[in-house]
């Protein structure tokens, strides 16, 4: 199975140095000789050395490339053959699968996108592609129609259509969607709102305060992120645009206990031995793990800051999928419940670093990442 991860050891290893402050760009040299063999001549990243091309590992790779930075980091990267390949994972019914053949689902979605947008890919579909395999014209085409037939008659969004509803493919679809446009409109469109913040609101417990992923589950810390992360973006869509003035005032304000989730995380996630893992009382086998670490600190961040949608603000970037860089944050003072006396949560040298809602990596590094590919021309 780790073979099969490598990619995916890399990115939550350095994501979790970055978040805890750690400089992660002493690793690129490292980074670029490890995941160059796994870069495949048709396109895409595999998991390991001489596998196929998945979206879940060239994914992955791309981040983690991002995340050591780096003009040598990021040439490596064969956009064309990448392009390509996505185009062979667009199906009819507007989803991607996750591999040439693979299962389709709401990651193959996300995945996609994000390496659509960060790389600055063309929306229109390679010549290449089938007319047999997909009638889309676009990578848009009946994707956020495909992500809403997603939503299950809880309110919470499954990986398939007519699966059970999930907390990480909740996150992928909102997310997602945040890459074609504004999350006041392509959310409030594409889905049924006040049905998916009851879900949400139902996968955290008391006296935890921590998220479970799914309905009749126990906690777990990695969905501090994948839950934990499905907030920001949908308060964004309730309160709408916003100006770049740190000063406004919210509409909505907080839709979830982050005092909960910050104790659930600092009181019952760290291990004594070091790292994070998703609760109390597991066996030595089953304890902190790169993963987890990986996203219990992204949860964190998440909690620590705000994040909204500025309309306002000048968008660097040029050209289609510019929505996911409109976002601005600020840093989250007093996380003590509306109406009660300011309570002291974590101490200030327990903050981490500030991360991307959409992107989860380093803040700004995604806005470098489309501006080095803007500055090329064509492939």
């Not at 980091?73 to 667009?90: E, F, M, N, P, V």
């Not at 206990?257 to 998703?278: M, V």
């Amino acid at each position: 199975m780790a073979d099969a991860s490598r990619p995916w050891l890399l990115y939550w290893a350095l994501t979790g140095l970055f978040l805890l402050g750690e400089d992660v760009s002493q690793y690129r040299e490292r980074v670029i000789s490890t995941l160059s063999p796994m870069q495949n001549a048709s396109g895409g990243f595999g998991g390991g050395h001489g596998q196929l091309s998945h979206s879940a590992s060239s994914y992955a790779a791309i981040l983690t490339l991002i995340l050591v930075g780096g003009d040598e980091a990021l040439d490596i990267i064969d956009r064309k053959a990448l392009w390509r390949w996505l185009g062979l994972l667009k199906q009819r019914d507007g989803g991607f699968s996750m591999s040439v053949g693979g299962e389709e689902d709401v990651r193959g979605a996300y995945c996609a996108m994000v390496m659509i947008t960060l790389l600055n890919l063309p929306l229109e579909l390679p010549r290449s592609v089938s007319a047999d395999q997909t009638a889309a014209e676009t990578f848009l085409t009946g994707l956020p129609q495909y992500l809403s037939r997603c939503q299950t008659f809880e309110g919470g969004i499954s990986g398939s259509p007519g699966t059970e509803a999930h907390g990480a493919y909740a996150f992928c679809a909102l997310a997602c969607l945040c890459t074609i446009g504004a999350p006041s409109e392509v959310l409030r469109e594409n889905l049924d709102l006040p049905l998916l913040i009851s879900w949400l609101s139902a996968r955290q417990y008391a006296p935890e305060g921590g998220f479970a992923g799914r309905t009749n589950k126990l906690v777990d810390g990695c969905y501090s992120h994948w839950v934990g992360g499905c907030w920001p973006l949908i308060e964004a869509a309730l309160d709408g645009p916003r100006t770049s003035d740190a000063n406004e005032t919210a509409v909505v304000g907080s839709l979830y206990s982050r005092e909960g989730l910050i104790r659930y995380i600092l009181c019952c996630c760290q291990a004594e031995s070091g790292g994070l893992r998703d609760k109390p009382g597991k066996q030595v086998h089953r304890g902190p793990d790169s993963y987890h670490s990986c996203y219990i600190l992204a949860g964190l961040s998440s909690a620590q800051n705000s994040y909204y949608y500025a309309a306002g603000a000048p968008a660097a970037q040029t050209g289609p999928l510019t929505d996911a860089f409109r976002w601005e944050s600020k840093v989250t003072v007093d996380t003590a419940t509306p109406g009660e006396a300011e309570a002291t949560i974590f101490e200030e040298r327990d903050r981490v670093e500030l991360i991307h809602p959409i992107f989860v990596l380093p803040w700004g590094a995604s806005e470098a990442t489309r501006a080095f590919f803007e500055a090329k021309s064509g492939f």
